[in-house]
């Protein structure tokens, strides 16, 4: 009954924010940057945005952001942005809000309530080893082939990239 | 492993937790004659006890705070974490991940392959390719040694490899008492942007987009600087944006190669699994040391406790 509750409850948390009308959301231009008119490097540019300006963010594809500014719309890297702090809706400052940008997750759990707290410096230093813990760690563990396995059923392919810098 | 240690194995665990402290305000390299110590110190250090080492510290870690109760979810982090482990030039060390059951938005490696996220980061996650981006990283740390490099350039390691001589007690007092925080802050840097850039490429190889650790570091540049839940994340280790900014740079000139990948969506959660512990369990005698000193200021890292300290050795993408 209780779980029945509880099952209840989360439905509700998530229709309402299903229902949520997506706030706008706000970035900062880090440092100054070209608009794009489509997100490509090789596309025509649509104007040049200085440092500190602010626009919409209306999409997004890959690293690009779709930006929609007082001087046009076009896209642009979003390492050149940082997004304005949501903190205003709630516990969860900025992760919500950016979730309706970064595909919203249709859960999302507040766990930055009052009186709670995480794992700190003290209880990492004060800790002693878990024998049961390690267990079930062991257990959870999958072997290459599993993981493959998994993946491909995701419909994930391997793709051979070389690391950046390639710094060995 | 027996719970005996080798005397480096405790040497490079206190090393690590000295170099994890941050300011580098002693450098014991112009004090001992550290050439000679480090090579000697971490000669016949293998990839056995490389693991050895990583277990110890990992499961002091979930006595901190345990795994999240959700087989389900356990299973699932461990294929998508074993499948981009599978990407890297490690790919038959026994890899191990793990949620575990704190607020805090953190994450963590230990060497050798053990890999935990907490549920306060992972609740934050939108997709799966932001997963593989966050256990890229991590999986960065581990790959490239990061932890033993950098211990092997730190003057830590020989001052341990001294005290391990002694006992245990010994090993600490003299780590304590030379102050023994070695590890300059611009190295520590590094190896965080190396491990992004890692991360990123990683996720590309195992078919996700590539974007996802990007997307999670832009979710904390927008997260408050107050909040209490990246505490350790903001005292310990660059802001998100100067690692965007980095990224940024290190991406521009491969951004039309790489290729778009996929964005799965990623598993929830169970619902009957109650809300993450208002207070992980630390041991006994830690809970009995709190209720005895509440008004205790908090000690400066690398210079209390007795024991390794987990999160010394413990590399993290958000904290330690």
């Known amino acids: 009954?209780?779980?029945?509750?509880?099952?209840?409850?989360?439905?509700?948390?998530?229709?309402?924010?299903?229902?949520?009308?997506?706030?706008?959301?706000?970035?900062?231009?880090?440092?100054?940057?070209?608009?794009?008119?489509?997100?490509?490097?090789?596309?025509?540019?649509v104007s040049q945005l200085k440092q500190g300006a602010s626009g919409e963010v209306i999409g997004k594809q890959g690293a690009w952001l779709n930006l929609k500014t007082t001087g046009g719309s076009g896209w642009l890297f979003s390492f050149n942005v940082r997004f304005q702090s949501q903190k205003a809706e709630g516990g969860d400052a900025g992760g919500s809000a950016l979730g309706r940008v970064f595909g919203p997750r249709q859960n999302v759990n507040v766990t930055a309530a009052i009186g709670i707290r995480g794992l700190d410096e003290q209880d990492l230093k004060q800790a002693s080893f878990s024998d049961s813990q390690m267990k079930l760690l062991d257990g959870y563990a999958a072997s290459k082939q599993a993981a493959e396995d998994g993946a491909r059923a995701t419909g994930l392919a391997p793709e051979k990239v070389d690391y950046l810098g390639a710094k060995k | 492993m027996s719970r005996a240690f080798k005397p480096w194995i405790v040497a490079i665990a206190f090393a690590a937790a000295s170099w994890q402290s941050g300011a580098a305000s002693l450098d014991l390299g112009r004090i001992f004659d550290i050439g000679k110590d480090v090579t000697d110190a971490t000669k016949g250090m293998d990839e056995k006890d490389e693991i050895a080492v990583g277990r110890e510290v990992a499961g002091r870690m979930l006595g901190a705070a345990s795994l999240v109760p959700d087989p389900g979810l356990q299973s699932y982090v461990n294929r998508v974490g074993r499948w981009?482990?599978?990407?890297?030039?490690?790919?038959?060390?026994?890899?191990?991940?793990?949620?575990?059951?704190?607020?805090?938005?953190?994450?963590?490696?230990?060497?050798?392959?053990?890999?935990?996220?907490?549920?306060?980061?992972?609740?934050?996650?939108?997709?799966?390719?932001?997963?593989?981006?966050?256990?890229?990283?991590?999986?960065?740390?581990?790959?490239?040694?990061?932890?033993?490099?950098?211990?092997?350039?730190?003057?830590?390691?020989?001052?341990?490899?001294?005290?391990?001589?002694?006992?245990?007690?010994?090993?600490?007092?003299?780590?304590?008492?030379?102050?023994?925080?070695?590890?300059?802050?611009?190295?520590?840097?590094?190896?965080?942007?190396?491990?992004?850039?890692?991360?990123?490429?990683?996720?590309?190889?195992?078919?996700?987009?590539?974007?996802?650790?990007?997307?999670?570091?832009?979710?904390?540049?927008?997260?408050?600087?107050?909040?209490?839940?990246?505490?350790?994340?903001?005292?310990?280790?660059?802001?998100?944006?100067?690692?965007?900014?980095?990224?940024?740079?290190?991406?521009?000139?491969?951004?039309?190669?790489?290729?778009?990948?996929?964005?799965?969506?990623?598993?929830?959660?169970?619902?009957?699994?109650?809300?993450?512990?208002?207070?992980?369990?630390?041991?006994?005698?830690?809970?009995?040391?709190?209720?005895?000193?509440?008004?205790?200021?908090?000690?400066?890292?690398?210079?209390?406790?007795?024991?390794?300290?987990?999160?010394?050795?413990?590399?993290?993408?958000?904290?330690?």
């Open chain 2, 84 to 320: 981009v482990a599978s990407q890297t030039e490690r790919p038959d060390l026994p890899w191990h991940f793990g949620v575990i059951d704190s607020t805090s938005i953190n994450a963590f490696a230990a060497p050798g392959g053990y890999i935990l996220i907490t549920r306060g980061l992972y609740e934050i996650l939108d997709g799966e390719a932001q997963l593989a981006g966050v256990l890229g990283h991590e999986i960065g740390h581990v790959v490239r040694r990061h932890h033993i490099t950098v211990m092997q350039k730190s003057a830590a390691i020989s001052a341990g490899a001294r005290a391990a001589q002694g006992n245990r007690n010994q090993l600490v007092n003299n780590l304590i008492g030379t102050g023994a925080e070695v590890m300059a802050r611009g190295l520590d840097k590094g190896a965080e942007f190396e491990a992004d850039q890692i991360g990123i490429i990683l996720a590309a190889r195992a078919g996700y987009s590539p974007y996802g650790l990007i997307e999670v570091l832009h979710k904390l540049s927008a997260r408050a600087g107050d909040d209490a839940s990246l505490a350790l994340l903001f005292k310990t280790h660059p802001n998100p944006g100067e690692r965007l900014s980095q990224l940024g740079e290190a991406l521009a000139p491969r951004l039309s190669t790489l290729p778009s990948g996929k964005e799965p969506v990623i598993r929830q959660v169970s619902a009957d699994v109650p809300a993450a512990a208002a207070n992980p369990a630390p041991a006994a005698g830690a809970r009995a040391l709190q209720q005895e000193e509440p008004a205790a200021p908090p000690r400066p890292a690398g210079k209390s406790g007795i024991g390794i300290d987990p999160a010394g050795v413990l590399r993290g993408i958000f904290g330690r």
């Open chain 1, 1 to 45: 009954m209780r779980r029945t509750l509880k099952r209840l409850m989360r439905a509700l948390a998530v229709t309402l924010l299903i229902a949520m009308p997506a706030a706008a959301q706000q970035v900062t231009l880090e440092r100054d940057s070209p608009l794009y008119a489509e997100p490509r490097l090789e596309s025509a540019q």
